[in-house]
């Protein structure tokens, strides 16, 4: 983690966000509903709530997509902006902003890739010394997402 400021934007340009305190670490979730949503796998980095300054915020809508979680997207292109716990637990405080969203997306770690039993079978990625997690691992630690 650093003091730099890390800076991105959605694919039309309506929405920016800068952020600090970014831990160069990124997630890769294979559940269903990132699947929807990304159209592949959700390749992202959670950064703390406070350190995230939006803008463009008129164009920032948001949905309730599970009983535990919201998703927003850019009202005028539709670019996917961020996944948000709603629930308190561990991973509260922070979006999960997806990693093509940022400026420069080099220089992040993956370290970790959850629901990997529902990955498809044509793509896989390139790393190592990460947590890998199945669905049923992820009930196990999370009991709240055994809904979905």
């Known amino acids: ?10 694919l ?8 600090r305190n970014v831990e ?11 699947r929807k949503w990304t159209g592949s796998a959700l390749i992202g980095a959670a950064i703390k709530t406070e350190d995230i300054a939006w803008t463009g915020r008129d164009y920032i809508r948001e949905r309730q997509t599970s009983p535990w979680a ?8 539709g670019t996917g902006l961020y996944f948000e716990m709603t629930l308190e637990n561990e991973w509260s405080g922070k979006q999960e902003i997806p990693l093509g ?3 420069d997306p080099n220089d992040f770690e993956v ?3 959850i629901y ?6 044509d793509y896989s990625f390139a ?4 947590v890998v997690l199945t669905r049923a691992q992820c009930v196990e630690k999370f009991p709240l997402l055994d809904d979905d």
């Open 1 to 10: 983690m650093s003091d730099e400021v890390v800076t991105g934007a959605c």
């Open 101 to 103: 969203l940022f400026d």
């Open 12 to 19: 039309c340009g309506a929405v920016l966000f800068e952020a």
């Open 24 to 34: 160069r670490k990124a997630g890769i979730c294979h559940c269903p509903m990132c």
């Open 111 to 113: 370290a970790s890739e």
């Open 127 to 130: 790393a190592s010394d990460r």
């Open 70 to 77: 919201k998703r927003a997207w850019c009202d005028a292109c």
């Open 116 to 121: 990997i039993d529902h990955k498809p079978d």
